[in-house]
């Protein structure tokens, strides 16, 4: 039985363990996402066990009392498990998110007396009660809030909407399956969530690559590949600065001036669509790529980072040039972005020399 426990299973231990060493070498995750995907893969081993010994005992036609309990970890286990990827993933997420699961345990304990949500005749067969599809009705509404959530806080970028569409692909399936195929799909849900998951953590690192620690807008290296990438749908670029860093720093610590680089991506990224790209390209340099955006889009965003910048009061100069000539590149509107830019600096720091006077 252990012999053909490990061959129904293979597959499983392959991709989890792969999971498990992922996450010991990983430098990118919190500790607490990494422990809270760590009780995911022990949820998924475990559920394993469970639906193994709840098919042998069918098989062997033996212990119908015990393979009823075995049935109905089977039905609670699904909401826990996508409850726990939600919780894993979703950093706001509270154990509040579980409170739904816990209530149909205590139904699914329940129905092992009353069979309201399944039952197993005196023939062994299965039989689904009058509450029979709440399982998959509670699994199927995490699923959404799951996707939603994750589509919610996505960037749109390609790393980031692959493993999302990913995801809700594997759910879908692992919704519809069961009615397709019967109670065998069981048989790989573990292997399918496991794998799901996986693929999720590798775009997800992916995705963290590509991103400033600090500021959490994308990195330089991000920049290149951006700028690379069809250029010729780029629209306009923004270039900023931020005006007095060093001060900050000398005055109040580099706590206070790391403090200020957050607050002015914010100002950044707050009022940017997936049309229109932030990246910290150096110390307090950063830059805004637009594609397919109006000129009067791209002042409109000009103005209201101003705005936001001087509402939050810190400074920056803003310089930004709007492709006219389908032959100009983007260095070039780049360069000429950084004339604006550097033209408002210095301007800047004339008016500032003067109150200083």
Not at 80 to 107: C, E, G, H, M
Not at 297 to 325: H, N, P
Request: proline share 2%; with cysteine; aromatic share 12%.
């Amino acid at each position: 039985m252990f012999k053909e426990f490990i061959l129904q299973n293979w597959s499983l231990f392959l991709i989890l363990s792969a999971f498990v060493i992922m996450l010991r070498v990983t430098v990118f995750l919190e500790q607490e996402v990494i422990r809270r995907m760590y009780i995911l893969i022990a949820l998924l081993f475990v559920l394993s066990i469970c639906v193994f010994v709840e098919f042998s005992l069918e098989k062997l036609s033996v212990y119908p009392n015990i393979r009823i309990v075995f049935m109905a970890i089977r039905y609670s286990a699904t909401p826990i498990i996508i409850a726990q990827i939600i919780y894993t993933l979703v950093r706001r997420s509270r154990l509040t998110i579980f409170i739904p699961s816990i209530i149909l345990v205590f139904i699914d304990i329940l129905s092992i007396k009353t069979g309201i949500v399944f039952s197993i005749t005196e023939e062994g067969v299965f039989k689904r009660g009058v509450l029979g599809y709440l399982p998959f009705i509670i699994a199927g509404l995490y699923c959404i809030q799951l996707i939603y959530l994750l589509a919610k806080r996505s960037t749109g970028q390609i790393t980031e909407i692959i493993p999302i569409c990913f995801l809700a692909f594997t759910f879908l399936c692992g919704l519809t399956f069961p009615f397709i195929f019967g109670k065998e799909y069981a048989r790989i849900f573990c292997t399918t969530i496991g794998i799901s998951m996986y693929v999720y953590y590798v775009f997800s690192i992916l995705s963290l690559t590509k991103k400033d620690a600090m500021t959490n807008l994308l990195n330089r290296q991000a920049y290149y590949s951006e700028i690379s990438n069809n250029s010729q749908n780029i629209s306009s670029v923004i270039t900023l600065d931020m005006n007095g860093l060093k001060k900050i720093n000398d005055a109040y610590g580099h706590a206070a001036g790391d403090k200020a680089l957050k607050t002015l991506a914010e100002c950044i990224s707050i009022n940017l669509t997936s049309r229109q790209l932030p990246y910290r390209i150096g110390g307090d340099e950063f830059a805004v790529i637009c594609r397919h955006t109006s000129p009067e889009e791209t002042i409109e965003i000009v103005e209201k980072i101003s705005e936001l910048v001087e509402d939050s009061g810190i400074s920056c100069s803003i310089g930004y040039c709007i492709r006219e000539d389908s032959n100009m590149s983007v260095n070039d509107m780049m360069s000429k972005a950084d004339e604006m830019m550097y033209a408002e600096k210095a301007k800047f720091y004339l008016a500032h020399d003067r109150r200083k006077g």
